[in-house]
């Protein structure tokens, strides 16, 4: 069985540090156990689904084996080893990802605007450079009208502050907070989809 | 090492002090008294009783050394003894509840409420309000550090000192604490976490500012 | 303030759960959710690295010296037993 898994520069578990056996042009690494993710359970994997949730520096495509037990972020096996680098994911691409969160959250915010009867601020908030919106939102006093009940200009705010600060993973969670805490976004965007789609599209994965 | 090797040694080692050598029965004291007097010194309430309660053990342990089968480490039998003692004593001197059950009930946080954005916040409740700084290399190195880690260990409540004394400073393993101190998988873990919990606090003020603190 | 339904582990959630994470004895699904946390969160990342770096601290707390005077008490009684056997 194939999945993925996300490690971080270099092959390494992302919080033990574990350093993988990595792939040698068709060779796959060696197989691992439960002490790659340091616990008896097993080790972890990501399903196409589950990518937005793990993004980080490096993916692989990955070969279970053993018992494998499915989850509601990933996927847990008795074995593992990575099969090849998914070249495709670099830095640049990551970097492409936070913002197309950010662009979807921008537009969401838009439409409600635009639906509410406020077109400059729809406007303002799709036209300006993302990186500016929070000193362009300041500086028109958008915020003004926008802070009212509007959490979602709020997060919009977060996710741009930690764009900056580069923590693409952080921005991936942002946009999916700040969508499924409203009931009427989530009701006409479901941004773990969204975000899924875009990986598979950009990556040109296989579809599960 | 060879296990073999080790193995050997061990055999070595046992039989000398049978046999009534002196060195070895020093290198013995020398290796595992400090460990003894840091152990027993929480189960009683001052320095010298602990003393006391070792010099106890180590009469245990040489009365014994004859009919230890060696099944077990010499440290872990050597604890073994020292708990006993210490417990014994402990309960002696000044406690009608056992320690064990101290710290376990009651609401004790990681960490302060006040450092997490409060359920009344439209976003990120629950999220750091005042987040952890990043602690300097050279920090982490000093000696200053070790100095603050045992003095906090040394002012935790009786039950936490006991289990991140066995498990993080001793090193031993979770069956041993719970054996050692007759606590449950989960009572330990929760002592531990504790423990941990305040420890890492009372580092965080010198960790970011240089500064010790009381 | 309307309950929100969260799917992640808050912050405060996660500090408490530090000890049974390295302890591993979470749940695989608590693990996951555990993971994830880190995965979006630096500041708990840091957390748990201070949480660790006391750990490793508190292994390597020196060892104080044995009185002489304790070792004097210690040698005799070990001479004594040792005479009584004979």
Redesign the interface.
Known sequence: MFAYRFLARGGLGAVNQFMWPLPEGSTPGAWVGPQADTTALGVFAQRLSDLPYWVHDELYRVELRGSVQTLSLGILAGEMRLVERVSGWNESLRLDFGESCIERLRQCAANTHDARGEPLIARCLIECDVRELPQVLAANDMSRHTMGGNLLVQYIIDAVNVLRAGFTASVAHVARVALSESPQLAAKHNEQLAQGQWLQRRLDLPSE | MDALDTQKQAENFLAALRA?D?RA??SL??QY???M?RVARGFVGTEAIA?EV??DA??GV??GI?SFEGRSSLKWWILCILTNCAKTRGQKERRSVPFSSMGVDGDD???A?ER?LD??Q???????AV?????GEDR?MSRE??EL??RA?QRLPDGQREV?LLR??E?LD?NQVGALLGLTEANQ?VL??RA??R??AA??SY?ATGERGS | MTTVFREYLTCKELVELVTDYLEDRLSAEQRLKFDQHLNWCPPCRHYLEQIQATIHAAGRLTEHNVPDAAKETLLEAFRHFKSQQR
């Open positions: 009534g002196e029965f020093m004291v020398e008294h400090p460990t007097v003393e070792v010099q180590w009469m040489i009365s004859e946080p990681a960490v409420p997490f359920d009344s439209p976003r990120w409740a629950g999220g750091w987040p952890p700084q990043v602690w982490l550090m070790l880690v045992e260990i991140i993080d400073v090193g979770s873990r531990l976490h941990r919990s420890v890492r580092l965080e960790m």
